[in-house]
């Protein structure tokens, strides 16, 4: 399939692709916020930058979108039909350097966890939910939790 965008368009379309503040970032912040959860916003003193960062926990969670990060098996993480050199090069950067990221938090003994688009798309509750779980299961009441998040309108 070729592009219908020419050139300059499809490069002012991608330059509007936001990397921070994602409306998944969103969500996910704001059951973990409701549900009494504080964090730091993309810490630059940890490596990658962080979407969410939990100092108490010593933890991070990183939204990956399916796209830019190739959620394996995801549909929406497809190839574009032109360009496919580039794209394949792009790629398998994005992905060496999350391998990269995630092995420097280990070094440093911080626990991560990775949220795909697609699930908190699809599943929003539960992926909150195994969030909250993972940070503490001693936080919350998964009914507490879950009449806590169907509230969120991002």
């Known amino acids: 399939?070729?592009?219908?965008?020419?050139?300059?368009?499809?490069?002012?379309?991608?330059?509007?692709?936001?990397?921070?503040?994602?409306?998944?970032?969103?969500?996910?912040?704001s059951g973990l916020h409701r549900l009494g959860f504080r964090y730091r916003?993309?810490?630059?003193?940890?490596p990658g930058k962080p979407d969410l960062v939990f100092p108490k926990y010593k933890a991070v969670i990183f939204v990956h979108g399916c796209y830019w990060h190739r959620h394996v098996g995801c549909k929406h993480a497809s190839t574009p039909n032109?360009?496919?050199?580039?794209?394949?090069?792009?790629?398998?950067?994005?992905?060496?350097?999350?391998k990269f990221v995630e092995s420097e938090l280990m070094k440093m003994g911080?626990?991560?966890?990775?949220?795909w688009e697609c699930e908190l798309k699809k599943k929003k509750i539960e992926t909150i939910i195994?969030?909250?779980l993972w940070l503490d299961s001693n936080v919350v009441s998964l009914t507490d939790a879950e009449s806590i998040i169907k509230e969120i309108n991002v």
């Open 1 to 29: 399939m070729t592009d219908i965008l020419s050139q300059a368009e499809r490069s002012v379309l991608m330059s509007k692709v936001k990397s921070t503040n994602t409306k998944p970032e969103r969500i996910l912040r």
């Open 130 to 132: 195994n969030a909250v």
């Open 110 to 115: 911080w626990r991560f966890l990775i949220v």
């Open 41 to 46: 916003l993309n810490y630059k003193a940890l």
């Open 82 to 98: 032109t360009n496919v050199d580039f794209w394949n090069l792009k790629f398998s950067e994005n992905i060496n350097r999350d």
